[in-house]
């Protein structure tokens, strides 16, 4: 009886340390990098003065009519709901072909039954919820994941196809055919993009609805300094190749202050890291040394509020200290 109880304290101590870790990677993952936020409100801004100034519906929401239209009646209510356009929009950036209603379904299973499970297992409700919880959470942390490294790579080639761009301007392409042969010439997530910008302006689209189309897809600073250049010199005028040129030039020197502010960042990374999983690191150590010291801490039940407040504190301090080392730039 006894070793049964131990085993169940163990399985219960091990479903805890791996829900810390858990919500932990997803606090401490973010990278520290972070763009300047006076900056991105002033080009949104401009942006958006230059979108009012079309009558004419965006692209994203003719597309996503002509979405709904081709689903069957139970798949248009569910992509209707509340949300779905926003969750459909993340997928989308993220690179996925999942219909948005199908991850929350996913996620609401895996949540079900890692709750169900665990409560089988451990039978203790605190852990279970939050087992459930890290479950349903564990897809939108997929996607936000998946959305950021594919946003990191279309800034990473965003530079050679401005190059690409100015190269055939220069050689007397119209700013349409340049936009192809950033398709053809690149591969990857700035190749697909520029490519569907390119077939909007094919099929009639303006520049300005097909620029603003491209910006709502892959939502970057950096792309929106090369969008609001490219709409604003259609306004007035002026040496668009020489314009890239400069857009160029700063976007590569962003870049480089950004590889040196994750370089001068990494010890304070390293000690975050250490921070967060000594404690349990040490917890493992004592546990399996002198398991009669932490007997009380694991069997009494102010032992487990006691464990579930410390959780929650650790939360709180890898969000706080992920504040400390993200850098506006």
């Known amino acids: 009886m006894n070793l049964q109880l131990e085993s169940t304290e163990f399985i ?26 006076r900056v991105k409100r002033r080009l949104k801004q401009r942006l958006g003065e ?26 248009r209510q569910f992509e209707s709901l509340p949300g779905m356009e926003a969750l459909a929009r993340l997928i989308e950036q993220s690179g996925g072909q999942i219909m948005a209603y199908k991850v929350v379904v996913l996620s609401l299973l895996l949540g079900v039954a890692g709750f169900v499970l665990v409560l089988l297992v451990v039978n203790f ?53 340049s936009l192809s042969l950033v398709t053809e010439g690149l591969e990857g997530p700035v190749s697909t993009e520029f490519g569907i910008t390119y ?19 892959v939502p970057s600073v950096t792309l929106m300094a090369f969008v609001t250049a490219v709409l604003v010199q259609k306004e007035t005028g002026g040496n668009l190749a020489e314009i890239l040129e400069n857009i160029g030039t700063v976007i590569r ?36 040394t002198t398991p009669g010291y932490m007997e009380t801490l694991v069997r009494s039940d102010r032992g487990h509020q006691l464990i579930m407040i410390s959780f929650v504190l650790m939360l709180l301090g890898a969000v706080w200290i992920r504040r400390l080392l993200r850098i506006e730039v």
Do not use: C
């Open 199 to 217: 077939s909007d302006l094919s099929y009639g689209s303006d520049l300005r609805r097909a620029m603003l189309g491209l910006l709502e897809r």
């Open 12 to 37: 219960v101590i091990l479903a805890m340390v791996f829900i810390s870790v858990f919500i932990l990677l997803a606090s401490l993952s973010i990278p520290v990098f972070g763009e300047q936020r």
């Open 50 to 75: 230059i979108s009012s100034a079309s009558d004419q519906p965006s692209i994203s929401s003719l597309l996503r009519a002509r979405y709904l239209k081709k689903l069957n009646p139970l798949e």
């Open 253 to 288: 020197g962003r870049f480089r202050f950004q590889r040196r502010v994750k370089t001068l960042s990494a010890e304070g990374r390293l000690s975050a890291w250490i921070l967060m999983l000594v404690p349990f690191g040490l917890f493992g150590l004592i546990y399996f």
């Open 125 to 177: 409700l605190p852990v279970a919820l939050a087992a459930g919880i890290a479950l349903v959470l564990a897809p939108y942390l997929r996607l936000i994941y998946l959305r950021h490294k594919r946003l990191m790579e279309f800034e990473a080639q965003l530079p050679e196809a401005i190059d690409i761009i100015k190269r055939a301007l220069l050689t007397g392409h119209p700013f349409g055919e």
